[in-house]
């Protein structure tokens, strides 16, 4: 994928929740203390490309936020769209 502004379309979790305590120690080494401790691998496409698509990790702080969020991916009735600056 390209890099760019436009937004991304999220169009289902393929793999996750994931926490650091999944990964074997000797995966750990490296990771800094401070980072995001859960994630989802998630299918999204450019929404200007939605037929091209690949899988990205989505980071959280916390498993109740990526639970929330597998959820709503889950359960919507077509991809979301995800701002890349955050918003």
Known sequence: MSETSDPLLAWQVVAGPFSLD???QEE???IPEDAWEFW???MVSYKSEPD???VAPMYFSTL???YMF???VDYSMGPLEL???GS
């Open 22 to 24: 999944d990964l074997p």
């Open 28 to 30: 750990l080494e490296g």
């Open 40 to 42: 989802v691998e998630l």
């Open 52 to 54: 091209y698509w690949d």
């Open 64 to 66: 109740d936020e990526c």
């Open 70 to 72: 597998k959820n709503k």
């Open 83 to 85: 701002s890349l600056d």
